[in-house]
């Protein structure tokens, strides 16, 4: 996959080719992240990419030029490199949610890129002319896309094939299935009177699946109910849901 980043810092952006699962990625070709500054695009001495809002206000809006020429370089360099044309996203709160599913079908795109907006955003008419979407990571406000972006590019590199060492370890995390994460335990068996539940020693795999399946289930109703509002569960799912809730229910009367 190519990834090009619009980005005022692009010294953070590569600091995700540094370490990590999107560095070993570069590493193995399986990805190519290049960066491009608007700040070269300005012709002005002082290097202006940004000038305050029309109607007053606090902060500084990023101008129609140079992003849109930054644009343009990046688009003509991942096209050349691709064929097809590539979608320009913009990170922003306004955004639609970044969610795994988004992210499942970003991973299934050759390009992306991404434009990270500074200070209170970027001139409306860059935005109808240049861009193609907008992505949110939540509802939260941060200094500049870049963080957002660096969110983006690692949840979604870790999805290609060949990225994880073990395939299966993407498959399994939160969300793959609608269902958040069941609960990991390694060595010790014991730690401060605590042990591992006996069934992911009982080397039963049909049990230690059902278990994990009982746990997410459990997990999400507790934890996330939002996400289990458009799930159909099958009449097993129910009942190890209803399992779950009777034994969270005796472990919550005992520690009353
Ligand atoms: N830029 C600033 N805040 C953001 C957010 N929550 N998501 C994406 N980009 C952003």
Not at 40 to 60: E, F, L, Q, S
Not at 125 to 142: C, K, M, N, Q
Not at 182 to 199: D, K, L, N, Q
Request: net charge negative.
């Amino acid at each position: 996959m190519r990834i090009d980043v619009v980005t005022l810092f692009p010294e953070l952006v590569q600091s995700l080719a540094q370490d990590g699962v999107v560095g070993r990625a570069i590493v193995d070709e399986r990805v190519q992240l290049a960066t491009w500054n608007p700040r070269d695009d300005a012709k002005d001495k002082h290097r202006t990419v940004d000038d305050r809002p029309y109607g007053g206000g606090p902060g500084m809006v990023m101008k129609v030029e140079p992003l849109r020429t930054t644009i343009g370089r990046a688009k003509a360099a991942a096209t050349e490199m691709a064929g097809s044309p590539v979608k320009v996203s913009l990170l922003s709160p306004q955004g639609q949610r970044l969610t795994q599913d988004a992210v499942r079908e970003l991973a299934q795109r050759q390009r992306l890129l991404l434009v990270c907006g500074r200070y209170e955003g970027i001139d409306e008419r860059l935005v109808a002319a240049e861009i193609d979407e907008e992505w949110s990571i939540g509802d939260y406000v941060l200094s500049g896309g870049e963080l957002a972006a660096m969110v983006m590019v690692d949840a979604v590199v870790r999805l290609l094939p060949g990225v994880l060492g073990h395939e299966q370890s993407a498959e399994q995390d939160s969300f793959v299935d609608g269902l958040l994460d069941c609960p990991h335990y390694t060595r010790p068996e014991e730690f401060e009177g605590h042990a591992v539940p006996g069934v992911l020693l009982s080397g039963d795999h049909g049990a230690i699946e059902r278990w994990r399946l009982k746990q997410a289930l459990g997990r999400t109703w507790t934890r996330r109910r939002d996400l289990m509002e458009h799930k159909e569960l099958t009449p097993d799912m129910k009942k190890l849901l209803d399992e779950y809730l009777n034994e969270y229910d005796s472990e919550q009367d005992e520690a009353e």
